[in-house]
């Protein structure tokens, strides 16, 4: 967290190495974030990419309130659910079917973008509804808490609470026992 | 457990790597950033920093006394010598070519000799090794196939090595990195002084990797001395000696070897190849140290062998000799060009896991889950009937085996194997005549 703020401290007055810093810190989380909300690697790299050209461009002005790395989460859920929508509006169907999930769950590729071993994960997450399985991994992979994720999406807690629980019933019929160990 | 539990921590598993391709373009936005930020400096910043100054009198008598106490210690501290580093880049922008004597300290495995290094240019060089021969190295990156010479002067012997299809490349040039230090992220060190001299003090830190200190000659603003730690690797590099525009005839970078020189070729292919199924004899003519084979075992069922392109992104190609047990499990045996202890420094740092009767040491790797996932899913895809790509198992690992004679190997299984097994198998290996 100190070290953050001293990242961000250098970065505002533009410091390219506190950038660099500041990337590969959390580059491979946020790919991996990105890749999760939108089961496409080379998608979550687009999206990482213009997560951190905003951020380059938010120098001087950039004010750290919480964390930095929860910021940047947050920048790229957003970046994501804007590319779903714009995949949205490109086919004229609705939210979850437009995910790029549905279209890709053909490709064994896809299913496999977290290695072999989470292939069974990596299918049943593409097959969530978009708006269940952000919620779902912003909580459980970037730890976000449900009040943020609520003021994030701009819907209730009780609508995050919701899905998060619908998302979480779906996974554990989908992996039926797979998961246990 | 519970199953939502179970889910979370499957979830908190997933794992991807940014890859070359997103690092460059990144990389390549924050280069670029520095001038959008000085522009922006010059048209927001500095208003706001005087009109605050101004609003208040008393801040203007606190403001006015600490610029006079800094230009006080500024002048304390830098006298008319003083250099700053961007001087330091620009004068080392303004030369092509220069020498320099290399030392380097490892603080473990073989030592590298100490040599006066001449860059010609970022692919050309010759080393002069400070051994009692006087080897001399030439080293030519320029063509697809990159050229390195070794020339033994006192027994008129060459060492040429063609690596086809390495190059053109250019050689990681520390002068090359030292010019890219940004003047805010470069600390002052103060000042030394060597044979009578008082050099300036620079020192920056990119990364845990790379600890930079750059002692400067305030008269000419060009490196004295450089040392580049690599506290990771535990390893430490000197340059001083340094002469910038030598004068040196062009052909003593020429990788024609003298007539009276007896000659010997060494050909390493980094072209890439499609995997293809190979004996045992074909390692030995590929490697230039010892190749080695597995012996029967009553367990083994199935053994094939594999030549294939190094997984881990080295271009080099690598040797599989695959192998199926009774127990379905998959290992996977590797043998390469650059397996030896002079390149694996880290080797000896792991732990011992097992020592056979004949002398050979299995070593853990630090990252052998990994490393095993890679070859198996190497040979996965060269030969599926031997593994489905789908059964690679979490339970997966790998051992680095170091030979009595010093050649490295690597073992890596799918499944889980006793120590017995591994012990017969490393004990099974013969070198092939």
Not at chain 1, 66 to 92: D, E, F, W
Not at chain 2, 165 to 182: A, L, N, S, T, Y
Not at chain 2, 192 to 218: I, S, Y
């Given at each position: ?19 660099r ?11 991996t ?8 690697k ?6 990482v ?49 437009a ?10 590729e896809?299913?496999a ?7 069974r994960?990596?299918?049943?997450l ?22 943020k ?33 | 457990?519970?199953?939502a ?13 940014a890859?070359a ?12 950033a ?44 830098f ?7 961007a001087?330091?880049?620009e ?11 290399q ?12 040599m ?25 990156m ?22 086809l ?18 003047q ?22 990119p ?19 450089i ?14 000696e340094?002469e ?6 062009p ?14 070729t ?38 094939i ?6 997984p ?5 190609i ?17 043998q ?27 070593y853990?790797?630090p ?57 017969e198998?490393?004990?099974s ?5």
């Amino acid at each position: 967290m100190l070290e953050d703020k001293l990242l961000i401290w250098k970065f505002n007055r533009g410091s390219r190495e506190a950038l660099r810093g500041i990337y590969e810190r959390y580059k491979d989380d946020l790919v991996t974030l990105a890749a999760a909300l939108l089961t496409d690697k080379n998608l979550a790299e687009d999206v990482v990419h213009d997560v951190f050209v905003s951020f380059i461009e938010s120098s001087r002005k950039f004010r750290l309130t919480g964390s930095l790395k929860s910021y940047l989460a947050t920048c790229v859920a957003n970046n994501a659910r804007n590319r779903i929508k714009a995949i949205q509006r490109r086919y004229s169907v609705a939210l979850d079917d437009a995910n790029p999930a549905a279209a890709d769950s053909s490709n064994p590729e896809h299913r496999a973008i977290f290695g072999e071993n989470l292939s069974r994960l990596s299918y049943a997450l593409e097959q969530l509804p978009y708006e269940q399985r952000e919620v779902l991994i912003l909580h459980s992979y970037s730890g976000m808490n449900f009040r943020k994720i609520a003021a994030q999406q701009k819907v209730s807690i009780n609508t995050v609470q919701g899905r998060y629980r619908y998302a979480m019933d779906k996974l554990r019929s989908m992996l039926n026992g797979e998961v246990r160990k | 457990m519970r199953p939502a539990d179970n889910i979370n921590q499957l979830i908190k598993k997933m794992k991807l790597k940014a890859s070359a391709d997103l690092d460059k373009r990144v990389h390549d936005k924050i280069t670029n950033a520095p001038a959008e930020v000085k522009r922006k400096e010059s048209a927001v910043i500095r208003p706001n920093i005087w009109s605050n100054i101004m609003k208040n009198p008393m801040t203007k008598l606190a403001t006015a006394a600490a610029v006079i106490i800094a230009v006080f210690i500024v002048m304390q501290q830098f006298d008319d010598s003083s250099v700053a580093w961007a001087e330091v880049v620009e004068q080392l922008s303004s030369h092509t070519k220069y020498k320099c004597r290399q030392r380097v300290v490892r603080e473990q495995g073989p030592q590298i000799p100490t040599m006066q290094i001449y860059h010609f240019n970022l692919q050309q060089r010759r080393q002069e090794v400070e051994d009692e021969n006087g080897t001399i190295h030439i080293i030519d990156m320029r063509g697809e196939d990159a050229i390195t010479v070794e020339l033994d002067p006192v027994n008129k012997k060459a060492t040429v090595t063609e690596l086809l299809g390495f190059g053109p490349r250019k050689d990681p040039d520390i002068i090359e990195m030292v010019k890219q230090f940004e003047q805010e992220s470069t600390e002052r060190l103060g000042t030394k002084k060597v044979n009578g001299k008082v050099l300036q003090g620079f020192r920056h830190q990119p990364n845990e990797h790379n600890d930079f200190t750059v002692w400067v000659d305030p008269g000419t603003k060009l490196p004295v001395e450089i040392e580049l730690k690599h506290p990771i690797r535990g390893q430490t590099i000197f340059m001083d000696e340094f002469e910038f525009d030598f004068e040196l005839d062009p052909s003593a970078f020429s990788t024609d070897v003298p007539d009276d020189y007896e000659v010997k070729t060494l050909i390493q292919d980094y072209r890439p190849v499609e995997p293809k199924e190979i004996t045992a004899e074909d390692i030995r003519d590929g490697l230039y140290h010892t190749a080695y084979k597995v012996g029967q075992l009553p367990w083994i069922e199935k053994q094939i062998t594999i030549q294939t392109i190094d997984p881990l992104g080295t271009k080099a190609i690598v040797y599989l000799i695959a192998l199926q047990s009774e127990d379905e499990n998959t290992i996977v045996i590797v043998q390469g060009e650059y397996y030896d202890l002079e390149r694996m420094v880290w080797l000896p740092q792991q732990q011992v896991v097992l020592e056979t009767p004949s002398g050979a040491k299995l070593y853990t790797h630090p990252n052998g889950a990994i490393y095993a996932q890679y070859f198996l899913k190497s040979l996965a895809e060269a030969k599926p009937d031997l593994l489905d790509v789908e059964n690679i198992s979490e339970e997966r690992f790998t051992r680095m085996i170091v030979m009595p004679d010093g050649t490295v190997l690597s073992i890596s299984a799918n499944k889980q194997m006793s120590d017995e097994r591994l012990q017969e198998l490393a004990e099974s290996l013969i070198v092939v005549e």
